[in-house]
C-alpha cells in the first residue's frame, strides 16, 4: 500500500508540471479554522467559440487537458465547464480538490462532483472510474457549446454520457478521435 501511495504521489507531482494543468501556485496555508487551501495564477475564462472551427478546437482543448491527469492514474471526481480556463492560449484543467488515484478512488463511501454533471454509476453505487471523468467532461463540453453546433457533436455528446460503461468512450484519446472527426 504504501508503495502505490508512493507511485500516486509521483505521478501527482509530474501532472503538476503539464502544460494542461493550473500552475504556477503562488501560495499555500491554512485559513483560521484550519483549512488547508492554495492559490494559483489566475486562468482567462473559456470564451464562447464563434465559428465550428473554434468549437471543435476549445472542446478537443478541454479533452485534451484530461489526458495527463488519468496517464498519471489520478481521476479529477469534479469536472465542470467552471473548472477549465485559458492561459497562453492553451485550455487548462484546476480545482484538483476531489482528485484521487484511480485505484482508490471511491474508498472513502462519499459520492463527489458537482450537481448536474455527476456519472450515474457513481449516484448509484459510489463507483468513480475514467469513463465518470468523461462523463462529467462531456457534460462540460455539451454545455459550452454553442446550440447551433450541437448536431455536429451529437454522437459525441450521446456516447460521452451513455448511461451504459459499455457504450461510453473508455478512453479520452477515443473521445478526441471522434471530436477531430466531427463536421
Not at 480556463?85 to 480538490?97: A, E, K, P, Q, S
Request: net charge negative; charged share 25%; aromatic share 8%.
Amino acid at each position: 500500500d504504501s508503495m502505490r501511495s508512493l507511485r500516486g504521489l509521483a505521478a501527482f507531482v509530474i501532472l503538476l508540471h503539464h502544460v494542461s494543468i493550473e500552475q504556477p501556485l503562488v501560495d499555500t496555508g491554512e485559513t483560521e479554522d484550519r483549512r488547508p487551501f492554495h492559490v494559483t495564477e489566475r486562468l482567462s475564462p473559456l470564451k464562447t467559440p464563434q465559428t465550428f472551427d473554434e468549437t471543435k478546437l476549445l472542446l478537443i482543448g478541454m479533452a485534451s487537458a484530461l489526458v495527463p491527469v488519468h496517464e498519471a492514474g489520478l481521476l479529477h471526481r469534479d469536472i465542470t465547464d467552471e473548472h477549465f480556463g485559458l492561459r497562453n492560449g492553451v485550455v487548462n484543467l484546476i480545482d484538483f480538490g476531489c482528485a484521487e488515484e484511480a485505484w482508490k478512488s471511491g474508498d472513502d463511501g462519499l459520492a463527489v462532483g458537482s450537481e448536474g454533471f455527476v456519472a450515474p454509476e457513481v449516484l448509484s453505487r459510489l463507483e468513480y472510474s475514467v469513463q465518470s471523468d468523461i462523463f462529467m467532461l462531456v457534460t462540460a463540453m455539451r454545455k459550452v457549446c454553442p446550440a447551433r453546433y450541437h448536431a455536429s457533436f451529437k454522437h459525441v455528446f450521446e456516447r460521452g454520457t451513455h448511461h451504459k460503461l459499455e457504450r461510453r468512450y473508455h478512453t479520452v484519446d477515443e473521445l478526441i478521435s471522434d471530436l477531430r472527426a466531427a463536421k
